[in-house]
Structures are given as structure tokens and as C-alpha cells.
């Protein structure tokens, strides 16, 4: 059992940062993969961006490539999102998730097992 609690979320203009951090406790951090997700309102939860368990691997989606940077600290139980050059279509809620698959990065939710309670980013126009 893991449990994920997200912090980091807020209100931004367009061409701002936020930094998104999320803090595991329960089961050794290093036995999970870890993704990040979002869901705007109406929409499908989406994949964003996804690490492995020592951080070698990483992936994102189209959209987010270099702009947001996935990293994790084992040490801390925690990995982060760092968002930069953010955009209104950037609104969403976002959660982070682990995933017993520890080294091959995954981008479906159903290869997550367990999720955060989210935080939501809202970039204003």
C-alpha cells in the first residue's frame, strides 16, 4: 500500500512556473514507477509525464515535451513536476500515481495502482 498526498498546485499567469511535488509513504518509494496525470473538466484523464524507479527513464506526452520536467528524490519519497512556459490549456487537476512497473516508464492509467486525491494548476490567459 502506498499513499500519495500532491502539493504544488495554484493559480499562474500564462508564461509562468509552478512546481509540483508529490510525497509517498507506505511500501519503499523505489519499488514504483511514478507518472503524473491531469483531468480538465469534461475531459479524459490524461498522461503527462512518467519516470522509473531510479529516474533513468522518462516520458511525456507530445504536448508538455520541453516544458515540463519529471524528476524524483527516493531519499525523500518524492517526486516532482516542474512546470515552466505554461499555458491556459495547461488547466487542469493533476495527479500522481505509482506504478509496481518500476522500470519501463508506462502512460496508461490503468497501469497505475495507486493515485493521489490531486491538485488543481489553473493558468490564466
Known amino acids: 500500500q502506498v499513499q500519495l498526498v500532491e502539493s504544488g498546485g495554484g493559480l499562474v499567469q500564462a508564461g509562468g512556473s509552478l512546481r509540483l511535488s508529490c510525497a509517498a509513504s507506505?511500501?519503499?518509494?523505489?519499488?514504483?514507477?511514478m507518472g503524473w496525470f491531469r483531468q480538465a473538466p469534461g475531459k479524459e484523464r490524461e498522461f503527462v509525464a512518467a519516470?522509473?524507479?531510479?529516474?533513468?527513464?522518462?516520458s511525456y506526452v507530445d504536448s508538455v515535451k520541453g516544458r515540463f520536467t519529471i524528476s524524483r528524490d527516493n531519499a525523500k519519497n518524492t517526486v516532482y513536476l516542474q512546470m515552466n512556459s505554461l499555458k491556459p490549456e495547461d488547466t487542469a487537476v493533476y495527479y500522481c500515481?505509482?506504478?509496481?512497473?518500476?522500470?519501463?516508464?508506462?502512460?496508461?492509467?490503468?497501469?497505475?495502482?495507486?493515485w493521489g486525491q490531486g491538485t488543481q494548476v489553473t493558468v490564466s490567459s
Open positions: 500515481a505509482a506504478s509496481s512497473e518500476r522500470v519501463a516508464v508506462r502512460s496508461s492509467p490503468h497501469e497505475y495502482r495507486y
Open positions: 507506505g511500501r519503499p518509494f523505489s519499488d514504483y514507477g
Open positions: 519516470i522509473s524507479w531510479r529516474g533513468g527513464r522518462t
